[in-house]
């Protein structure tokens, strides 16, 4: 069985400050790897994903994101936080190309000080 | 290319009643998920279709939800009767066969019962 942990269900910063969201994930077998943003009352988006191949993924609006097996994270960063990243934030894991169940973390919410 | 379609998007019923959501999936997605967010939550897959077969609705309480994707292209998930506890936003996802991890959301459904 897959699941997630997001650490921190909120994240304030300034804007400029670099963004840093946790997750961790558990997954019996080499895992898929998502994170998807939320701006109020939308569907979720895409961010990034990690499959195969280089553990450092970019993603759009200038995220990225490093999976690191070792650690069993996958954490998201950003250098330069923009008013427009407030955000919920979610991380997801699946068990891989041939399965569709996707386990989603709690959630982070992110904050943007002027 | 336009994305995957909603309706309503904000439903307040009271207890008891039933209610009924929409969904139009991107043209050429021939699976198709229904997820229920809780508040604060990360979305839970209640049903997946693959064309018009339910190939897996093990989450889906089937006492008052139904689901049916009738000629495989978009989807309707109904309640009956709606109780206070599924007041939540109702997702809808679809994906290419064979690249099912990667799934696109719907802006989602907001349901209040009062």
């Known amino acids: 069985a897959q699941s997630v942990t997001q650490l921190g269900s909120h994240v304030s910063v300034s804007e400029g400050a670099l963004v840093l969201l946790r997750c961790n994930y558990s997954s019996s077998v080499p895992p898929y790897l998502f994170w998807y943003v939320q701006y109020p009352n939308q569907g979720l988006q895409l961010l990034l994903k990690?499959?195969?191949?280089?553990?450092l993924v970019k993603g759009i609006n200038g995220f990225e994101a490093e999976f690191k097996k070792s650690e069993t994270s996958f954490h998201l960063t950003k250098p330069s936080a923009h008013m427009s990243d407030a955000a919920e934030y979610f991380c997801?894991?699946?068990?891989?190309?041939?399965?569709?169940?996707?386990?989603f973390g709690a959630g982070t919410t992110v904050t943007v000080r002027a | 290319e336009a994305g995957v379609v909603q309706s309503p998007r904000y439903k307040i019923i009271e207890k008891k009643q039933p209610v009924a959501f929409w969904c139009n999936p991107i043209?050429?997605?021939?699976?198709l998920y229904w997820y229920r967010q809780n508040l604060g939550q990360g979305p839970e897959l209640l049903i997946r279709y693959e064309n018009e077969e339910a190939v897996d609705d093990s989450q889906l309480p089937k006492d008052r939800f139904s689901a049916e994707r009738l000629k495989g292209v978009d989807s309707t998930l109904k309640i009956q009767p709606a109780e206070l506890g599924d007041s939540a936003v109702y997702l809808c996802?679809?994906?290419?066969?064979?690249?099912?991890?990667?799934?696109?959301f719907g802006p989602g459904t907001r349901l209040t019962v009062t």
């Open positions: 997801a894991v699946s068990p891989g190309p041939n399965d569709y169940k996707l386990s």
């Open positions: 996802a679809s994906s290419v066969k064979g690249v099912s991890y990667e799934q696109y």
């Open positions: 990690y499959t195969t191949g280089a553990t």
């Open positions: 043209s050429g997605h021939n699976t």
